[in-house]
């Protein structure tokens, strides 16, 4: 089942989607530098890192890698998507707390240039996928 068949609006809702993500990252990034701790419990961060592992072993194990090579690839993506997990987390609540102190027309260009940025990065990848095919 396809979200929707409007071309400009699933561009728009990937980029808006992309946008955030990276907002957030970076405000997760500024709160871990300036808070030092870790936004997201334990369990839940091991729980996930468990999940992505297994599955990332699997998906890599799948695609032709010998068992330490899909071993060693679940363990990077399972650790990259902790990062992101943390980073995140970490953003929400750093704009929760100081979204008044950023301002909102900081915050508003850093989503717009974001958008930009997401939309070149998404459509460069997918014609580089699409050219391998």
Not at 21 to 47: H, Q, R
Not at 54 to 70: Q, T
Not at 81 to 92: A, N, Q, R
Request: proline residues 2%; hydrophobic residues 55%.
């Amino acid at each position: 089942m396809r979200w929707t068949q409007n071309k400009f609006i699933r561009s728009l809702g990937i980029s808006i989607v992309i946008a955030f993500g990276m907002v957030s990252a970076t405000f997760g990034a500024i709160n871990l530098f300036v808070e030092g701790g870790n936004p997201v419990p334990l369990p839940v961060l091991l729980m996930a890192f468990a999940i992505v592992f297994v599955l990332g072993s699997v998906f890599f194990e799948e695609r032709g890698a010998d068992r330490i090579g899909a071993l060693i690839g679940g363990g990077i993506a399972a650790a990259v998507v902790s990062l992101v997990l943390v980073l995140i987390c970490g953003g929400v609540i750093y704009l929760l707390i100081h979204a008044t102190e950023t301002g909102v027309d900081k915050i508003a260009s850093m989503i717009a240039v974001c958008m930009v940025i997401g939309m070149a990065a998404l459509n460069y990848s997918t014609h580089h996928l699409r050219a391998r095919r």
